[in-house]
C-alpha cells in the first residue's frame, strides 16, 4: 500500500527537547474504519474513534512507529486538524493535491478531499465546518 510524508505545522515535542514533525500516512481499509468501533474508549467516548483510526494509518510520526493514539493524543491541536484534513484528503477520490516530501523537497501526489470538512459534534449534536483554504492545510 501507498504511504505519502507528510510535515506537520507545529510539531510533537518529545522527552529528548526535539519537535517532531516529519511522518508517513497511508490511505485507509475498511477494516481500519470499522474496527475502532468496537472499542470500550469509543463506546464510552466517540471522540476517541479519530485518535484510533489515525493510530491505524499514521505510519511513522518522528521516531513513533507504530504511532500509538496516544503519541497522537499528545499533538497540538493544529497538527490533529492537519492530520484530519490530510486522512479526509486522502481517502476521497476527487482529484490531486501535491504534498512535498519532507526529505527531498520533491512533490508526491496524493488524492484531493474537498477544500472544506463538515462533522457533527458527538455531544450537542451541532454540525461544524472547517474552511481548509484558510488553515494552511493543502486541499
Do not use: W
Not at 484531493?112 to 462533522?119: M, Q, R, V
Request: hydrophobic share 40%; proline share 12%.
Amino acid at each position: 500500500m501507498n504511504e505519502y510524508p507528510f510535515m506537520l505545522p507545529v510539531g510533537l515535542l518529545t522527552s529528548d527537547g526535539r519537535i517532531q514533525r516529519a511522518g508517513t500516512i497511508r490511505p485507509a481499509t475498511a477494516l481500519d474504519e470499522i474496527e475502532p468501533l468496537g472499542d470500550e474508549r469509543v463506546k464510552r467516548n466517540e471522540a476517541y474513534y479519530g485518535l484510533l483510526l489515525l493510530s491505524r494509518v499514521v505510519t511513522r510520526l518522528g521516531p513513533f512507529s507504530p504511532v500509538t493514539p496516544e503519541v497522537l493524543a499528545a499533538l497540538p491541536a493544529p497538527d490533529y486538524a492537519y492530520l484530519q484534513a490530510l486522512y479526509a484528503s486522502l481517502n476521497t477520490q476527487t482529484g490531486t493535491v501535491v504534498l512535498p516530501t519532507p526529505n527531498s523537497g520533491a512533490a508526491a501526489p496524493v488524492p484531493a478531499g474537498p477544500s472544506t470538512l463538515e462533522t457533527e459534534c458527538p455531544h450537542c449534536g451541532a454540525v461544524l465546518e472547517l474552511d481548509l483554504a484558510d488553515t494552511g492545510v493543502p486541499v
